[in-house]
């Protein structure tokens, strides 16, 4: 099958006189012909997993592949992942300032709290961890209570939306045994005025993460909260019911929520 | 504001154990702290531009910033797309091949037609639009009558997945009087067995992408068919209503359509 196809394909190609084209990116994308589904053989790219994270197309993946640890360190620790948040968080300000206000609503911004308003860098970095090529373990929290950092420009995106006149609701997946590490963290870091910071109950265990913030999500509809904006690292976060009339999705190439 | 919130940061940062870390993100981030908001003084990472799309974060932007052509262009033509498409098909090999059919109702999946399916890259690469720093004009569909080409890892994708005996939709926002010209630049890249062709009707005209998109996808449901996928380069193609049990977006900084 894959030789047929592929004797199929260098005929096409053969033939094809946009194959003449310089900028053919069928050039390169021969190389890549029959190399679909070779399954555990297959390695994927490391920009190309770190971005087909991002889009949502890679899903449910349990470790960042380990030939891609130095990948994802120089992503994290160098210029790139500053420059993306960056990307986001402008967006995200100028959405602000130009949102209509809906005069019988309260319009709020969501916002996820681990790798999102704070970076466990520290711990993603550490022997534990390596940068996502081993699982998170349950020291994520502790750590995040001793090193957990502020990321400034989502900080300074939280500051302008407040002052803007947002109320700002935070929802995390922690459970709520984890409330006062996380408000430590947060005040630690400089955050401040938010109205609630939902977690999860022991009523809500056992539901995943899209779930369990679908619930929390419609629960504030429910008490005629508009969600302006939804902030977070995940796409659990931003996917599922009443997401908001808009989503950020802040770069984590790390691990991944269920 | 700014500066007494970057004084601030600078306090807070300097009293941070964790910004002793030589992986602290805070020590690149720092250099992007107080540049929010600066509106059209902003100039995005051309990466984090590219990024940015495909995690669904830039919208409703009209052409990519000038100083990004060269960017996309080698993003385009050299190794790197190619390569991010292997790492969409792969993913979505892999969710076919585990997929488990329902026996009741007829399992589909759901292909965008322009750069998706078909590139346009000749287009895209012309004068006309170089690298989308100009806005797409009224050729779009001539270009890809005579010079479309076929994306090698997406036909494997399509052709494996017929094979598997998904039945495959076609849904395009192209007008119907451009029935022939898709149908022909998708034969001579090589493709055939779909079920349907689905473009926009006079009765579409004014609908957005996403509610016309939306509407023939609920259309679908209701003929007992169940989206096992949605694979296109447009967050349009992939919001909406029933938007499908799965969704793939292809890589496409080039242009956002509405």
């Known amino acids: 099958m894959r030789l047929s196809l592929l004797a199929f394909l260098a005929t096409l190609l053969s033939t094809s006189h946009a194959a003449f084209n310089a900028d053919n990116p069928i050039r390169q994308l021969r190389r890549s012909s029959g190399r679909i589904g070779l399954g555990p053989d297959y390695k994927v790219n490391c920009q190309s997993f770190r971005v087909g994270v991002e889009a949502n197309n890679l899903r449910d993946w349990i470790t960042v592949p380990s030939y891609c640890k130095n990948y994802i360190k120089t992503y994290l620790t160098k210029n790139q992942w500053g420059l993306d948040i960056e990307a986001v968080t402008n967006e995200a300000y100028e959405y602000a300032v130009h949102f209509q206000k809906d005069a019988f609503l309260k319009d709020i911004w969501v916002f996820d709290v681990e790798e999102t308003l704070l970076s466990n860098l520290n711990y993603l970095a550490s022997s534990d961890v390596q940068y996502g090529t081993q699982p998170l373990g349950l020291h994520y929290y502790e750590w995040l209570r001793a090193n957990g950092t502020v990321v400034p420009a989502i900080q300074e995106l939280y500051d302008e939306v407040l ?43 056992g ?52």
Chains 1, 2 share one sequence.
């Open 163 to 205: 002052e803007m006149g947002f109320e700002i609701i935070l929802l995390s997946a922690a459970p709520s045994s984890e409330r006062e590490t996380l408000v430590i963290a947060l005040t630690d870091a400089g955050y401040s005025g938010w109205t609630k910071l939902i977690l999860r109950d022991e009523a809500d265990n």
């Open 207 to 258: 539901k995943s993460t899209v779930q369990f913030k679908s619930e929390k999500r419609l629960e504030l509809k429910g008490l005629r909260y508009r969600i302006a904006a939804n902030v977070g690292d995940q796409w659990s976060d931003l996917t599922g019911e009443y997401v908001g009339l808009r989503t950020f999705k802040v770069p984590n190439p790390v691990y991944y929520v269920f």
